[in-house]
């Protein structure tokens, strides 16, 4: 379960987001909409413990994350949210089979080469897996992404324009991939678009404007 | 930092060579017609630190109504001795004051040199008259002098303060006279042995000038190393803005002139803040280094004004070059690449597998690097050295050899990182990787990248070669040095005669005193008289194959329950089956044998077995002198090396008999007991020897040996921290460009903590990778100084360090590389920081 009450991000004098209450039913898919600048990328950024919010609170499993240190907060990122960026954000220098291992490695878990195999399986990606991922193609790289966020089994999946940077037949694998992933999981998927097509895919869906949740 | 190490350098390479140039041996012309009974006995002090004050000098010019003459002796620089607005100034020569008062010559002041008249209308003083160097010198000095009146002129002290009793008043009395004025001086003089000094100063100034000739150069690498790394971090970080620039259509021309322009201002507002603050480092540097050469050689050296025209013309030159070349090299192959590329992790989008990384690009340029240095260094050896003008032997191929080390280092670095890193990847396994997080990544992230940390690992290498090779170097010197002391001092007592003899001008024990003395006192002695151009007239030098050659003949005492003092070293030539001690009982008794000294032989080329004739070394009527080598001894006396011959031989060729100087096998008796048991049965042969202890003597000269190497330590280690400066802006550039691949690892949940793991992690691979490789460059360093360029430079050969010397040093490279590792955290942190970069890069 996912919480958030009166959420507001400021950057200096520049308010960003809120104030925004949410409760994120578990095993739900949502549509993150919404224009640019309208704060997605921030909510999904404070959803997914990347920043801190100004104020307000943020409950993840039961969770309060304000108050909490550094490692703390990377420990949440990293077991409990998985996140699915537009530009990929794989180390260029390690092997997709090696960039999904590394959640295992960071987290102390044991024995993650079997699952990142399977998964690099499921995404078809069994054949690159022992290719740097910056010699992948752009979907590649995405699958890649994905069996990465879902490696530890999250409960919470983000996904901010995943099929940004990607073609509309890609995109659409991608997107069904993640889905599949996160249904499988019963994990609760957030997917930040600007793409009518995306948003079409998702029975609820969340609209920002201007910093403010207009529709849940 | 290059201003600084160049300028500092310089300096102490100047003072070095002012101090050979300048003899502080006795000015004074011995008396001619003398006997052993009569006097003209002279001493000569200088100051124990800096210089003899005025007061001193006053203290012996009191002794003047006993027949003292008093001579004030101090080298000065130009500025100090002409007209401010001498044209001239560079083509000035450097003198030697003279103060005199109370002396045979008439001064009113000054007096100069003859070959200083062409330079007459510069002096601050005008010149009243000229005097003829050898009445002064008798010729046994090339300076040229300026005799001032003590007490019209403004001295600040003297260098060294000679006295000489007239020859009138018996010895006895003169040595009386002399000690009161010795007493007079306090603790602060230090009586000097004219000769000994000064061809122990040239032997150490001549290594001196070698190493930091070699740390200049090295130096100068380094710092061109330590500029490109600062322009290429500067690229790096500029290259969001380049690719936004040719996203949106600025041609390369445009970016280029863009860029190098601020770089030209960079460069500018660099160099005048490396101008002032290199002239800062230079005085603090110089302030250390010249302490000690000025207790060693000279002591106002370095005080004078110099033009530092030419060090900052040169430093900021140099690194305007290389700053503006790294700069325009980098940003040529930045905006080569396609704007797509630009704004993509990596420039190259050629797709391989993660195992072909394995063989970094341009490898078969790094193997023809490997190949060329090892062939250079293989060589070495086998090039004989460039013979200079004055005669001095310059190891010129070694230096290139020296510079093969740093192509070697550069040409392996990618090897060496590529070798750690699988060494290291082997204790994290997938099963283990869990465990060692940052560890498993970096390895694993090493072994892929395209550009592995080479630059860094090079640095370090090269930084660590310098240090280790040296220090080896030293260590080794040290070691030898000590036991040639042991070996050729293990006589209880030295004994050193004061008295000059019949218009010699070397005091020498006459041959009856030393038999009484032997005699009398029941002891073996070694006697030996030495003949180095100075004992007779100049002119009349002994000269092996043309070259003046220095004599030292050796008597025949080879005490039983003594070591030998002269130890023969395999050689070409020499019959390995026999004795040292075989081989030098054959040589004292003969009369036609002759040992040579390592050095000697070096540069004479000479073969045990040679038929070699001694010429000059017939006063007595006879012939040239031809005899054979019978071995070649390790000799670290001098660099110029000596000829021994037995001194029965010696005798009846030269009709010189007696000692020069005497080491004293006393079975146990120390020498204080020894000087007071001679004193007892012999008062009269006491008088005119000056008992020491073998091991004091042994004290002085590895006191010396640490002194002089003290300095070299200095200035190394400011080379290695120069060095450790390169390699933290080189590891900083590395983490500049990997601030995205930062980003992603924190967006995935690395806290800081973990992600300073992961930076420490990639740092210990490129220090641990410059550790190893660095300790194998300084070894192959230390064997070329210790096999080429020492030994072609001086000619005596040096024992490669000792395991424990091995130990010190991979002990001091641990913990310089282990310093530079955090030194190397700290700065990655600085530059992955958290912050506002981290905000525009998540926008």
């Known amino acids: ?216 | 930092m290059l201003l600084a190490m160049g300028s500092a350098n310089l300096r102490v390479l100047d003072s070095l060579k002012e101090a050979d140039g300048s003899s502080k041996r006795s000015l004074w012309n011995s008396p001619t017609s003398q006997s052993g009974e009569t006097g003209g006995t002279r001493r000569i002090w200088r100051a124990r630190r800096g210089q003899l004050t005025t007061a001193a000098f006053d203290h012996c010019l009191t002794f003047m109504p006993s027949g003292v003459r008093c001579l004030g002796l101090t080298v000065r620089q130009t500025r100090d001795v002409w007209r401010e607005d001498a044209k001239k100034r560079n083509a000035l020569p450097t003198v030697t004051l003279v103060a005199v008062a109370g002396s045979p010559f008439e001064v009113i002041s000054p007096m100069i040199s003859p070959a200083l008249v062409p330079f007459k209308s510069y002096f601050r003083h005008a010149p009243v008259a000229t005097f003829n160097d050898p009445d002064l010198t008798g010729g046994r000095s090339q300076d040229h002098h300026v005799l001032i009146d003590h007490d019209s002129s403004s001295f600040g002290g003297h260098d060294s303060i000679e006295a000489s009793v007239d020859r009138e008043i018996s010895f006895d009395a003169a040595e009386k006279i002399l000690d009161q004025i010795e007493d007079g001086f306090g603790d602060e003089a230090l009586r000097v042995d004219p000769d000994a000094e000064f061809e122990a100063r040239k032997n150490l100034t001549a290594s001196y000038r070698l190493n930091l000739s070699i740390l200049g150069l090295m130096s100068v690498l380094v710092s061109g190393l330590l500029l490109r790394n600062t322009a290429a971090l500067q690229m790096m970080l500029r290259r969001p803005v380049v690719a936004v620039l040719r996203q949106t259509g600025a041609s390369r021309r445009t970016i280029m002139g863009l860029v190098l322009s601020e770089q030209i201002l960079i460069a500018v507002a660099g160099c005048a803040a490396g101008i002032v603050g290199g002239l800062l480092l230079e005085q603090a540097i110089s302030h250390q280094v010249m302490k000690t050469v000025r207790v060693l050689y000279t002591p106002d050296a370095g005080n004078g004004q110099r033009s530092l025209l030419i060090p900052i013309v040169g430093a900021t030159g140099a690194g305007l070059v290389v700053y503006l070349a790294s700069s325009f090299a980098m940003l040529r192959s930045l905006v080569a690449v396609q704007p797509r590329d630009l704004a993509a992790r990596e420039f190259e989008g050629r797709e391989r597998q993660a195992d072909a990384g394995r063989v970094a690009k341009g490898w078969r340029m790094r193997l023809a690097g490997i190949a060329l240095s090892v062939a250079i260094l293989l060589i070495a050896p086998t090039v004989p050295p460039v013979t200079s003008q004055g005669n001095l032997q310059v190891p010129l191929f070694g230096y290139f050899a020296a510079m093969a080390i740093v192509i070697l280092a550069f040409s392996a670095a990618s090897g060496a990182s590529y070798i750690t890193t699988r060494l290291l990847r082997i204790f994290v396994p997938e099963a283990r990787a869990h465990r060692f997080p940052a560890l498993a990544i970096s390895t694993r992230r090493n072994l892929h990248a395209r550009r592995r940390p080479e630059a860094a690992v090079a640095t370090l290498a090269t930084g660590l070669a310098l240090v280790t090779g040296i220090s080896l170097m030293v260590a080794g010197f040290r070691n030898s040095f000590t036991a040639w002391l042991a070996q050729s001092f293990t006589a209880e007592v030295v004994a050193l005669p004061l008295i000059t003899q019949d218009g010699e001008f070397r005091p020498r024990l006459d041959g009856d005193s030393h038999n009484l003395l032997r005699k009398t006192m029941q002891v073996d002695t070694d006697c030996v008289l030495l003949d180095e151009g100075t004992v007779r007239a100049p002119g009349n030098q002994s000269s092996l194959k043309g070259v003046p050659v220095r004599v030292a003949a050796i008597d025949d005492a080879l005490p039983p329950d003594y070591p030998t003092p002269l130890e023969t070293i395999p050689w070409p030539g020499t019959r390995t089956s026999v004795p040292n001690n075989e081989i030098l009982r054959e040589f004292m008794n003969s009369e036609d044998l002759f040992l040579a000294s390592e050095a000697l032989a070096r540069k004479l080329k000479l073969k045990t077995g040679d038929q070699v004739q001694l010429g000059g070394i017939k006063s007595a009527g006879t012939h040239n002198f031809t005899g054979r080598i019978a071995g070649v001894v390790r000799d670290y006396s001098s660099e110029l090396g000596y000829l021994f011959l037995s001194k029965k031989s010696y005798e009846t060729r030269t009709g010189l008999n007696g000692c020069h100087s005497l080491r004293v096998y006393t079975a146990g008796v120390n020498a204080p007991a020894f000087a007071s048991a001679v004193s007892n049965r012999l008062p009269e042969i006491a008088s005119r020897l000056n008992i020491q202890s073998s091991d004091d003597l042994k004290k002085m000269a590895t006191g010396t040996f640490e002194q002089t190497f003290k300095v070299t330590g200095l200035l190394t280690i400011l080379a290695a921290i120069l060095g450790g400066v390169a390699l933290i802006v080189q590891i900083a550039q590395s983490s500049a460009g990997r601030r995205l691949e930062w980003l992603a690892l924190r967006r995935l949940g690395s806290s800081w903590t973990r992600l300073t793991q992961l930076l420490a992690a990639d740092v210990l691979i490129s220090v641990l990778a410059g550790l190893a490789l660095g300790l194998v460059c300084g070894g192959i360093m230390a064997w070329l100084l210790v096999v080429v360029i020492n030994r072609q430079a001086f000619g005596w050969s040096i024992a490669m360090p000792g395991i424990s010397d091995l130990a010190t040093a991979v002990l001091f490279a641990v913990a310089y590389a282990a310093a530079l590792w955090l030194a190397g955290v700290i700065m990655s942190w600085w530059t992955m920081r958290p912050g506002k970069a981290w905000e525009v890069l998540r926008e």
């Open chain 1, 1 to 216: 379960m996912i919480v958030a009450k009166d959420l507001i991000k400021t950057y200096g004098r520049t308010h960003a987001l809120g104030p925004v209450s949410l409760e994120l039913t578990p095993g739900a898919h949502y549509a993150l909409t919404g224009r640019s600048g309208s704060g997605k990328s921030t909510l999904l950024a404070l959803l997914g413990c990347l920043d801190t919010p100004s104020s307000g609170i943020l409950e993840i499993n039961g969770v309060a994350t304000a108050g909490l240190d550094d490692s703390a907060l990377s420990a949440v990122r990293l077991r409990s949210t998985g996140f699915v960026h537009q530009f990929f954000d794989l180390v260029s220098d390690l092997t997709a089979l090696e960039n999904v291992l590394v959640p295992f490695w960071l987290a102390g878990v044991a024995g993650g080469e079997v699952r990142a195999r399977e998964l690099l399986g499921r995404l078809g990606l069994s054949e690159r897996a022992h290719h740097l991922t910056g010699d992948l193609s752009g979907g590649e790289q995405q699958r890649v992404a994905v069996a990465r966020a879902v490696a530890l089994r999250p409960s919470l999946i983000l996904a901010d324009e995943p099929t940004g940077s990607l073609d509309s037949r890609t995109g659409n694998l991608v997107m069904d991939l993640i889905t599949e992933t996160a249904q499988e999981l019963g994990a609760t998927l957030i997917v930040a678009t600007h793409s009518p097509d995306v948003a079409a895919r998702f029975a609820k869906k969340l609209t920002l404007l201007d910093g403010r949740m207009v529709t849940t």
